[in-house]
């Protein structure tokens, strides 16, 4: 194709070596988006079509009272001290955690750069200032394909939040691929705030929610945590929002060899739960691309017909300003010549332009004539009016229909369109399927492909 090429891969500094199958999908569909010559984000623009490029890693997002165990969690899956971890409200904001090739803190605006999707961020205010990202070089567990976002420690009472929080973290959680809630057991589990905003998520994306009490080998008795897990059941069930069967509520704590604990430590769903979130970001990501494709492809078609149907309604417009213009001039001039001609005698006018064509003009104007004698000599004076003034119609009708035509498409550019449509066709689905395939060889048995 002339005026396609084959998308290339775009580097960014902030991401760390391919090492994963999933990671080299996700990347491959990011460039098949942002790739400078035949992008869909830049075809899909060039359309009046938005299109954001899918992300390269989940979101995941961790949200509970303070001290619940939040940042301490993140350190321990990256195995980095990123995040500063005690009892005092160490997250006030929100903080990015991801993956790149070098160690390094971006601030609020850098921040949203990274991470566009989140820029409805912006509406509130005060947000940005307490926004930041930490960019790890660490490639542990599946941290190159996540990002986790650690939220501000939720307090009841008095405590007052630089910018509203409690939307802010629905905000977030709307946009999250994940929301862990960290129910902290030595006395902050039922905190109000926290539970506001858990049924307030509940309602707009209760299916990524996973609730995990943290911090468990704090409790010294079984009988304890028992107890404990109970209270949180029970004031989850009091809201109709969160009443829901099939509730789960693992036991998580930082393993610690030199503090040994009896209590059964299920930190490692949380990272089977992050992996299937993964697998499912991957299939996520290349249907969307499949979708986006047959938006753009749809929107080329759409145009095309209505360019078409701008054309033809232009040639109806041309020949209607056309038959309009003429009847403005023909009728005065049939009505002026028909006088003028009736004041020749047939003899003279046969002179002039010969038998033949004088007996057609007295024919045509003699009907004129005939009309004109025909209406009473007190309306004459108001039919010229009526006469002149329909004339002057035609031509406004005529000025009209000129004005009406559409813009239309050069051929250039309905090249262009034909060529986009052919390299999403040919190039971009085919691509979609190379890697889906490549996805499935993962899981699937070679017989079934």
């Known amino acids: 194709m002339s005026g396609c090429k084959k998308p290339r891969a775009v580097a960014n500094p902030l991401e760390s070596t391919i090492t994963t199958p999933s990671e080299r999908i996700l990347k491959e569909c990011h460039a098949l ?34 001290s619940a165990g939040k940042s301490s969690f993140i350190n321990w899956y990256v195995e980095e001290h990123i995040q500063k971890t005690g009892v005092a409200i160490e997250t006030q904001g929100f903080t990015f955690i991801t993956s790149g090739r070098k160690r390094e803190s971006l601030t609020g605006n850098a921040t949203l750069h990274l991470y566009p999707h989140f820029r409805p961020l912006l509406e509130f205010k005060g947000v940005t200032d307490y926004l930041s990202a930490e960019i790890s070089t660490s490639k542990q567990k599946k941290f190159s394909l996540v990002t986790f976002v650690d939220t501000p420690g939720l307090v009841d009472g008095d405590m007052v939040y630089p910018f509203d929080v409690n939307s802010a973290i629905t905000s977030f959680g709307e946009q999250a691929d994940l929301i862990f809630v960290f129910f902290d057991p030595m006395g902050q589990a039922l905190c109000k705030r926290t539970l506001n905003i858990v049924e307030k998520l509940s309602e707009k994306c209760g299916d990524k929610l996973r609730f995990y009490l943290s ?32 509730f789960e509520m693992p036991t998580i704590y930082i393993p610690n060899p030199q503090k040994p604990s009896r209590c059964i430590n299920q930190i490692d769903e949380v990272c089977e739960t992050i992996e299937k979130s993964i697998n499912q970001a991957v299939q996520k990501t290349l249907d969307q691309l499949e979708k986006d494709c047959n938006l753009i492809i749809s929107t080329i078609n759409h145009t095309l017909e209505q360019d078409r149907m701008n054309v033809s309604s232009n040639k109806s417009n041309r020949f209607n300003s056309f038959l309009c213009g003429v009847l403005g001039i023909f009728l005065p001039s049939l009505f002026i010549l028909s006088f003028i001609i009736s004041t020749f005698a047939p003899e003279e006018l046969d002179s002039l332009v010969g038998e033949g064509l004088a007996k057609t003009l007295y024919i045509s104007t003699g009907i004129v004539v005939y009309l004109w ?25 005529a000025k009209y229909f000129a004005r009406q035509g559409s813009k239309t498409l050069t ?31 993962q899981c699937a048995a070679e017989y079934d492909f």
Not at 223 to 230: L, S, Y
């Open 33 to 66: 988006y942002i790739d400078n010559d035949n992008g869909l984000v830049k075809i899909a623009e060039s359309l009046g079509v938005r299109l954001l490029p899918p992300r390269k890693k989940i979101i995941v997002m961790i949200m509970g009272n303070h």
């Open 215 to 246: 911090k468990a080998d704090e409790v010294a008795r079984e009988t304890d945590r028992q107890r404990v897990m109970m209270q949180i059941v029970q004031e989850l069930c009091r809201r109709p929002g969160l009443n829901k069967c099939g």
């Open 373 to 397: 004698d025909w209406i009473p000599e007190d309306w004459q004076i108001m039919f010229v009016i009526i006469f002149s003034a329909m004339c002057y119609f035609m031509f406004f009708l």
């Open 411 to 441: 051929k250039r550019e309905k090249k262009k369109l034909a060529e986009y449509s052919d390299y999403i066709q040919d190039a971009v689905k085919s691509k979609k399927r190379k890697l889906y395939e490549e996805y499935l060889r």
